[in-house]
């Protein structure tokens, strides 16, 4: 469980869905007060997805993929989807029991009883939110699209909310976020095997009660489809939630929270310095420079190993991942879980993004260093104490660097040059939703195919001193 604990101290702000959290709190640091409003959002989302989920359901174009079976059941058998959705839940916690064991068990206490409430709700929600559409017929097609269209909006607010109240996970995603773990997969593909598994049980279960197929439609795809991209656009909306959530007390310290800004002892002569580089600048050999000149340590593949450690995974995993993107984006935000709140996913490279902030949190609250690339600028930008600065270069530079201190053929040099800094780019993008290497998230830009090392180096240099 050392991924799920990490999450549970981290936030996932650099995350695109959650990139306007603006701090790191533990649960028990929480005021009475702001739990109190936290978990009123928490309840109101509840609602508000299951008005959703009955809504695509009335539409009769099909349903949500965790919600089929308990529709299917429901219309052949004289209990209520909610009943069924309370069911479902049950033999999911049950799952989560089985594969947890004793040890893990102990371990998740607080999350396992969560589930149960919240269940319990979700079931009742979806009773009186069908019964209060129980007139709502659309008899068009167009209608009937339209209409599922419209709840997969309101589902996608609600998970919003949700993701905003960041209080509990529902058990469908909690138990691939466990089932991930013990497998060693992604939970992007997790949750395809879950939800495509779902369906065919729907569409057996219906084909034997009915001799026809009830609840898996071509809704169904829109709902799979349209949730996630409707709560990437509404999440940033929802900042005004974040605010008022927040203790006043807690949004004034937010600059002194040590994990993310550091410690507010007093620091030593120089700031924290952050080097963002183009592949082929020359930014591993500025940065050393740079540290030597100022006596501070230097960090950048050496973070690997540290990175190691925080996740539990071996360093060759975290080389691996460090700094790629492997799906595309719009696979991200359709299979993404969005669902949860985001600090509980597991996929590999948001979990060592998330483990990497941290390592790079830790490293600037214990004094001043040079931290190479890794979206540093970004996840340290609330900290007083640091330079932050770009270094890029011709092409033509940043080819001949690559053939000659990277070994790279000089037919693919400018070819190998292009695609991994695209790589970095869309890395950088996808956590901070900023543009790599814009000056507006710099102190200073250096071209290093104008300038020398030696430049450059004293500029920073006489920059941090003063």
């Not at 589930?115 to 019964?131: K, N």
């Not at 310095?273 to 000149?293: P, V």
């Given at each position: 469980?050392?991924?799920?604990?990490?999450?549970k101290?981290?936030?996932?702000?650099?995350?695109?869905?959650?990139?306007?959290?603006?701090?790191?709190?533990e649960?028990?640091?929480?005021?009475?007060?702001?739990?109190?409003?936290?978990?009123?959002?928490?309840?109101?989302?509840?609602?508000?997805?299951?008005?959703?989920?009955?809504?695509?359901?009335?539409?009769?174009?099909?349903?949500?993929?965790?919600?089929?079976?308990?529709?299917?059941?429901?219309?052949?058998?004289?209990?209520?989807?909610?009943?069924?959705?309370?069911?479902?839940?049950?033999?999911?916690?049950?799952?989560?029991?089985?594969?947890?064991?004793?040890?893990?068990?102990?371990?998740?206490?607080?999350?396992?009883?969560?589930?149960?409430?919240?269940?319990?709700?979700?079931?009742?929600?979806?009773?009186?939110?069908m019964?209060?559409?129980?007139s709502?017929?659309?008899?068009a097609?167009?209608?009937?699209?339209?209409?599922?269209?419209?709840?997969c909006?309101i589902?996608?607010?609600?998970?919003?909310?949700?993701?905003?109240?960041?209080?509990?996970?529902?058990?469908?995603?909690y138990?691939?976020?466990?089932?991930?773990?013990?497998?060693?997969?992604?939970?992007?593909?997790?949750?395809i095997?879950?939800?495509?598994?779902?369906?065919?049980?729907?569409?057996?279960?219906?084909?034997?009660?009915?001799?026809?197929?009830?609840?898996?439609?071509?809704?169904?795809?829109i709902?799979a489809?349209l949730?996630?991209?409707m709560?990437?656009?509404?999440?940033?909306?929802l900042?005004?939630?974040?605010?008022?959530?927040?203790?006043?007390?807690?949004?004034?310290?937010?600059?002194?929270?040590?994990?993310?800004?550091?410690?507010?002892?007093?620091?030593?002569?120089?700031p924290?310095?952050?080097?963002?580089?183009?592949?082929g600048?020359?930014?591993?050999?500025?940065?050393?420079?740079?540290?030597?000149?100022?006596?501070?340590?230097?960090?950048?593949?050496?973070?690997?190993?540290?990175v190691?450690?925080?996740t539990?995974?071996?360093?060759?995993?975290v080389?691996?991942?460090?700094?790629r993107?492997?799906?595309?984006?719009?696979?991200?935000?359709?299979?993404?879980?969005?669902?949860?709140?985001?600090?509980?996913?597991?996929?590999?490279?948001?979990?060592?993004?998330?483990?990497?902030?941290?390592?790079?949190?830790?490293?600037?609250?214990e004094?001043?260093?040079?931290?190479?690339?890794?979206?540093?600028d970004?996840?340290?930008?609330?900290?007083?104490?640091?330079?932050?600065?770009?270094?890029?270069?011709?092409?033509?530079?940043?080819?001949?660097?690559?053939?000659?201190?990277?070994?790279?053929?000089?037919?693919?040099?400018?070819?190998?040059?292009s695609?991994?800094?695209?790589?970095?780019?869309?890395?950088?993008?996808?956590?901070?939703?900023?543009?790599?290497?814009?000056p507006?998230?710099?102190?200073?830009?250096?071209?290093?195919?104008?300038?020398?090392?030696?430049?450059?180096?004293?500029?920073?240099?006489?920059?941090?001193?003063?």
């Amino acid at each position: 469980m050392k991924l799920l604990k990490l999450y549970k101290k981290l936030l996932l702000r650099e995350y695109k869905c959650t990139q306007n959290k603006s701090e790191i709190m533990e649960p028990e640091l929480r005021s009475k007060q702001e739990k109190l409003r936290r978990y009123f959002v928490f309840f109101v989302s509840l609602f508000i997805m299951s008005f959703g989920v009955s809504l695509v359901t009335r539409s009769l174009v099909g349903t949500s993929p965790i919600s089929s079976v308990p529709y299917v059941w429901s219309i052949n058998t004289a209990l209520s989807m909610g009943t069924y959705i309370i069911i479902l839940n049950a033999i999911l916690i049950i799952a989560q029991l089985l594969m947890l064991g004793r040890k893990g068990i102990k371990e998740s206490r607080v999350e396992l009883l969560m589930q149960i409430p919240v269940s319990l709700l979700f079931g009742v929600f979806i009773d009186i939110t069908m019964a209060i559409l129980s007139s709502w017929h659309p008899t068009a097609y167009y209608q009937q699209l339209i209409s599922c269209v419209v709840g997969c909006c309101i589902m996608a607010l609600g998970i919003s909310l949700e993701v905003v109240a960041d209080v509990c996970m529902n058990s469908g995603e909690y138990v691939l976020h466990i089932a991930s773990k013990k497998l060693k997969k992604e939970f992007g593909t997790m949750k395809i095997m879950f939800d495509v598994t779902l369906l065919l049980i729907a569409v057996g279960c219906s084909w034997i009660f009915a001799g026809r197929i009830d609840g898996v439609r071509e809704g169904t795809i829109i709902v799979a489809i349209l949730t996630g991209p409707m709560v990437r656009l509404i999440r940033p909306r929802l900042r005004f939630i974040d605010r008022w959530e927040e203790a006043p007390t807690k949004r004034e310290d937010r600059l002194s929270d040590s994990i993310l800004v550091g410690d507010t002892k007093e620091r030593e002569t120089y700031p924290v310095i952050t080097i963002g580089r183009e592949y082929g600048s020359g930014g591993h050999e500025i940065g050393e420079l740079i540290a030597k000149e100022l006596g501070i340590p230097f960090y950048d593949n050496s973070m690997m190993e540290m990175v190691a450690k925080e996740t539990g995974l071996s360093e060759q995993i975290v080389r691996d991942y460090d700094q790629r993107l492997p799906h595309s984006l719009l696979f991200e935000m359709i299979v993404k879980p969005h669902s949860l709140p985001l600090d509980g996913s597991l996929s590999m490279k948001d979990a060592l993004f998330v483990a990497q902030s941290r390592v790079i949190r830790r490293l600037a609250s214990e004094g001043p260093c040079v931290i190479v690339g890794r979206c540093s600028d970004y996840v340290l930008k609330d900290n007083p104490d640091c330079v932050h600065i770009f270094l890029h270069a011709s092409p033509e530079y940043k080819a001949k660097r690559a053939v000659e201190e990277y070994g790279v053929s000089a037919e693919k040099a400018s070819a190998v040059v292009s695609q991994l800094n695209n790589v970095r780019r869309n890395h950088y993008s996808y956590y901070t939703e900023q543009t790599w290497g814009d000056p507006h998230n710099y102190h200073a830009v250096f071209d290093t195919s104008k300038l020398s090392p030696e430049t450059i180096v004293k500029s920073v240099s006489n920059m941090v001193k003063r």
